[in-house]
């Protein structure tokens, strides 16, 4: 008999080669072949239960019982290893003989061998038994260490089959991404930290223009020097970009970097979407909105002129004179209407291309003059904090446009005798979403606030206050006009001089509309 140290250097020898591998099959191979260097035994089986059916299987691993115990689903209340599983407790039983409850497919088959000597422990799935160990040998042979020892092993399967079904639950969600990757029509390109391609899809060849099959393990620099998206990763910036395909496609690429479950970073990932019927629907609408824009300016002219020419031709009832304001309010809004939506069109189209120099104090204070009758009525009071001079390159109109219409919203939305603060302060702030706004922060910015002490904005409202056509309806809204386009013109305007707006606001305290710009 070996000494102790001997069994346990052999127990090892055996865990590790259980955990080579993460196929089961392979595990009772490795127990069959060499489990009997830690404990000598004559038969060894592994009884595997079944939860569904409330039984389990015996698997012979070895021992010369020549097919004598039945291939069947045995019950839990048959034979010792059916307690083992139940009880999920360790049996030790010096001889098989004394034993009651023996099954005759099992025990009285061991007994007939010869085997009398039995010990069963539970091979465990977290605390549940999962199936069990059974040893047998001659009469009395196994000792208090050989259960010890049988327990151990049975700790080192558990855990092996514990890895097999994690490598297998890996596999089977590798090749389900597999099948994803492959089968969609994104092109998707991952890179590691070292800038090497770990991962292209087919849809890369068809939409980049690169052979998907060729790009992995290469340095993406190399690998896309001569194509047009050979600039993906520079800078690893994340963000959302449009990116021109061959044969008039239009892809949006969205740069992402790739972490572990753990947080750590394992490279960065681009995803190619393409978006070409989005781009074209957006060009039909575009179009479609500013022919029906441009056709609609004249019947509304020619309506408000009669509504101006009515009382000259016949003096008007009070009752006509109610008509004609009617007619002039919708007409105004009409026109309003038809003017916003043709000046979308044309921010659409891009900025025009007239930047000059402007004095932004200068422009905040003329802003807030155009709108003295309004704050006037209200009996407001606009206050300013501009510390110091900020020229800015942009165009002019526009950027009054801007003003305008954060202070006058501002000031319709403000209950009368409220107050409007309007301030500059040197730097940008706030959040910044897009890669291109993060990457243009080395320059100098300012940022102009514009804060009311109004009617504020409900959170639920908040995310889409500059879509266009959204307007907040509730009971203090009621009765405030508008299109619901200002602030959709606003920021295409502060985006087209490469800003960026946000607003903050407590419903019922007050709102705070702020951007960012670069100076000149
Ligand atoms: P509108 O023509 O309706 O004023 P805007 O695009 O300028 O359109 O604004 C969209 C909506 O955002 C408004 O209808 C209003 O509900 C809300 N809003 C804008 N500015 C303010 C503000 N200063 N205080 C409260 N609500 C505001």
Known sequence: MSTLDERLTQLVEIQVMLSSSPLPGQYFQVLAEHAHRAIPHQFLAFCLKDADIEGYFLHVLSGPTNGAIPLRVYGLDEGIAGQVLKTNQTRHVA????????????????????????????????????????FAAADHSFSAEDV???????????????????????????????????????????????????????????????????????????????????????????????????????????????????????????????????????????TFVNTVSHDLKNPIGTIMLSADLMPRMAPLTPQQEDLRGRIINTANYMNQLVSDLLDLGKLEAGIANNLEPLDLNALIEQAVATLALQIEEKQMEVKLNLPRKVILRGD???????????????????????????????GAAGPLPTLENQASLTRAFVTVTVQDTGIGIAPADLPYIFDEFYRVRN????????????????????????????????????????FFLPTA
């Open 95 to 134: 001889d098989l003989a004394l034993v009651e409850n023996r099954c005759d497919d099992i025990e009285a088959v061991l007994l007939e061998m010869g085997l009398h000597s039995v010990v069963v422990v539970p091979v465990r799935q977290g605390s549940e038994p999962l199936g069990a160990l059974y």
């Open 148 to 286: 010890q020892i049988a327990r151990l092993l049975a700790a080192g399967l558990s855990g092996s089959l514990e890895n097999a079904r994690l490598y297998q639950s890996l596999a089977d969600e590798r090749s389900t991404l597999a099948a994803v990757l492959e089968s969609t029509r994104d092109a998707i390109i991952m890179v590691n930290q070292q800038g090497v391609v770990l991962l292209a899809n087919p849809a890369v060849t068809k939409m980049v223009g690169l052979d998907a099959a060729a790009l992995t393990g290469r340095i993406w620099q190399d690998a896309a020097a001569d194509s047009f998206v050979h600039d993906l990763f520079t800078g690893s910036q994340p963000g959302l970009r449009e990116i021109a395909l061959s044969s008039d496609r239009v892809a949006q690429v969205a740069v992402l970097p790739v972490t572990t479950a753990y947080g750590e970073p394992v490279g960065w990932a681009a995803v190619f979407h393409d978006i070409t019927l989005l781009k074209q629907l957006e060009q039909m609408k575009t």
């Open 396 to 426: 002019r109109g526009r950027m009054t446009q801007v003003l305008v219409n954060l202070i006058s919203n501002a000031v319709k939305y403000t209950p009368a005798q409220g107050k409007v603060y309007v301030k500059t302060t040197p």
């Open 475 to 514: 009971e203090a809204t009621e009765n405030i006009k508008g299109t619901g386009l200002g602030l959709a013109i606003v920021k295409r305007i502060i985006e087209a001089h490469k800003g960026y707006i946000w607003a903050e606001s407590v419903e019922g305290k007050g709102s705070t509309y702020s």
